[in-house]
């Protein structure tokens, strides 16, 4: 029997209309257009302002663009995997609820959360379902509505994030393409820099919580641009070092979309060209668990069978890592 390798093959993505722009978050904080854009790349992200829509909103809509770009039949999908910082609610399942309401009728579903490295920890899972030989069809979603937790009186947070979900389906494949290596890390070191303090089991929800406004992201930005900095560049050329891939041959980097200058820094350790290097910061911002998945369906026309994309990421608590991986098709 083949050796099953686990590839992509669909890709589908979602944000919401509403812009959050430079020019109007000046008029929220002390900040201005020409900071924020030096500093993080960032121009605009969009936010999802209807009342009483949350991540699975955005899981849903993403979802729904892969299965019609992709012709697919929900009902064959076998696995939901939602990763996400920001589930609907503690306890309910998000990514169950998403499955029921695509249509993914004979999936089981659960939740992953790495922080901004979610996507990046479930592209390992799924790829480990699909290479076991009992599952075809994973899909794997990357969804946040990163504005149910970031204070818009807060500069060094609220300029960095937006909302935005994207999805794609990983199935078998014996040509060889699809997920070929993994390095993923984590240290516990970062859990006092980037965070939320109240709503967990060790501080509940309280009064004096809301009042503190503890239910806010709080995060050390120098601190966690070091580490992100370090670990994002360290895991790439691993991973390239220990496949023999060179500048030439890598075709794409995915890079986690959390400032310009770590993607920039990371590009730079792995001596790539500008142009193999894919950026859409300054549209969304950083959507935490979307921003990979974003990525590959906003740039898929880019995409060749057998390419290889090195995906990196960083997140908080610190999570971090690289995968590589082989396209595995053509889009028509």
């Not at 500093?39 to 299965?67: C, F, M, N, P, V």
């Not at 029921?100 to 959360?113: C, E, R």
């Not at 050390?220 to 041959?249: C, H, P, W």
Request: charged residues 20%; glycine residues 8%; aromatic residues 10%.
């Amino acid at each position: 029997m083949s050796t099953i390798t686990a590839a992509i093959t669909a890709v589908g993505g979602y944000v919401p209309d509403f812009v959050l722009s430079n020019q109007v978050l000046e008029t929220l904080v002390d900040t201005n257009d020409e900071w924020i854009t030096t500093r993080t790349g960032i121009k605009e992200r969009r936010l999802l302002k209807e009342s009483g829509k949350g991540t699975s909103y955005l899981a849903i809509k993403a979802a729904q663009d892969l299965i019609k770009r992709g012709n697919i039949n929900p009902a064959e999908i076998d696995l939901v995997i939602m990763a996400t910082a920001t589930p609907d609610m503690p306890v309910a399942t998000t990514g169950v609820y998403v499955a029921t309401q695509i249509g993914a009728v004979n999936a089981f579903a659960y939740d992953l959360s790495a922080a901004c490295s979610s996507f990046l920890y479930g592209m390992s899972a799924a790829a480990a379902y699909i290479q076991t030989g009992r599952y075809k069809k994973v899909l794997l979603i990357g969804a946040d509505k990163m504005s149910s937790i970031i204070d818009y009186t807060d500069r060094a947070t609220c300029i960095i994030f937006g909302d935005g979900a994207g999805a794609v389906l990983f199935e078998p494949n014996y040509e060889g393409l699809g997920l070929q290596d993994e390095f993923l890390r984590s240290d516990g070191i970062g859990r006092e820099y980037l965070k939320i303090d109240a709503g967990g089991s060790i501080m509940p929800a309280s009064k004096e919580t809301v009042e503190n406004r503890q239910h806010f992201v709080f995060q050390d930005g120098k601190t966690v641009y070091k580490y992100a900095v370090s670990g994002m560049a360290d895991v790439s050329e691993k991973i390239m070092q220990r496949n023999n891939l060179t500048k030439d041959n890598v075709d794409w980097l995915i890079a986690h979309q959390a400032n310009k200058r770590i993607i920039d820094a990371t590009a730079s350790r792995m001596d790539l060209d500008e142009e193999k290097v894919l950026v859409n910061i300054h549209k969304y911002g950083n959507t935490t668990s979307g921003t990979l998945p974003l990525l590959l369906s906003d740039f898929e026309d880019k995409f060749k069978k057998g390419d290889n994309l090195i995906f990196a990421a960083f997140g908080g608590g610190f999570t971090w890592g690289s995968i590589y991986l082989k396209w595995a098709y053509n889009k028509q």
